[in-house]
């Protein structure tokens, strides 16, 4: 593979993901790959996997934070510290497919006005090609490409001179707007078509979730879950399918997210969540 990678991990307190996940990430590394690990927090357990890969030859650099610092603070300290010319983003829940990197790789260095490409990290079944295929476009080289103004913030490859030119990521700005920043000034953001399919370990399909029942799914609740209020097994499946139905159908109009008319249409969607939340909690 031509052109140098570096490629970050940011892990927090999940020692059974990240024992499978990094180990994944390490040996479907290949020349020219630099693996980054940024741990937040001090859970003894992932910090142990981790430092047992400290001495593995990909392994580049570690960063330990005592506070967990999130995922923005990471990110744009890997986005400015990183001088390859592809930079790769994975944290702890996702498992990699060997040769994802170098078919990303090859895509970029065919078609230089692609900003940001991402993996899938939804399910094969989630894949519906009715609509997927209304935004796929052809690219030099063989591959194609659907477009999106965003893809998520885990699996995905950017370019650093696209960082170079539209900045770090803003407070209060997620992964996700970013892109969306890049796609306002010309990029093409997306994912390689036919689909890079990864593996979330946080979907409960996934035969490594730790979510199995809906006692789980409480217990494991992030702040985002909470906010939605997914609480169970068959809840926290249904968003996800959605969530990848959502960004096939959506259309590629970068007017619909930045603007005052993306503007009314998250107000609308927030006054729905809590009417729906409200009929949901009446009965």
Known sequence: MSGDVDILMVTYDRA??????????LDTSTEGTRIWIWHNGNHQPTLNVVRSYLDHPRLFRFHHSNENKKLREPTNWFLTE????YLAKVDDDLLMPAGWIQRIVSAYQAN?????????????????????????????????????CWVGGNGVVVKKELVKKIGLIRKKESFPRWMMRA???????????????????DDPRSEF??????????????????VLGLFTVEELVSTIRE?????????????????????????????GRVISRHVKERG
Not at 117 to 132: S, V
Not at 209 to 226: H, M, P
Request: glycine content about 10%.
């Open 183 to 201: 796609c306002a000034k010309g990029y093409n953001v997306g994912w390689l078509y036919p689909f890079i399919v990864c593996e979330n370990l």
């Open 82 to 85: 990183a001088e390859g010319p």
């Open 16 to 25: 059974e993901y990240t024992r499978i996940t990094l180990n994944q990430l």
């Open 243 to 271: 969530q990848a139905i959502g960004v096939q159908m959506t259309p590629y109009d970068i007017r619909q997210h930045i603007g005052p008319r993306a503007f009314a249409r998250r107000v609308i969607g927030k006054v």
């Open 112 to 148: 230089p006005d692609v900003g940001v490409l991402g993996t899938w990290p939804f399910m094969a079944e989630d894949i519906r090609p009715e609509l997927a295929e209304r935004k796929v476009v052809p690219l030099q080289g063989g591959d194609s490409m659907m477009l999106n």
């Open 209 to 226: 979730c730790r979510i199995k029942t809906d006692e789980d799914a409480k217990r494991y609740a992030g702040l985002s879950n909470q």
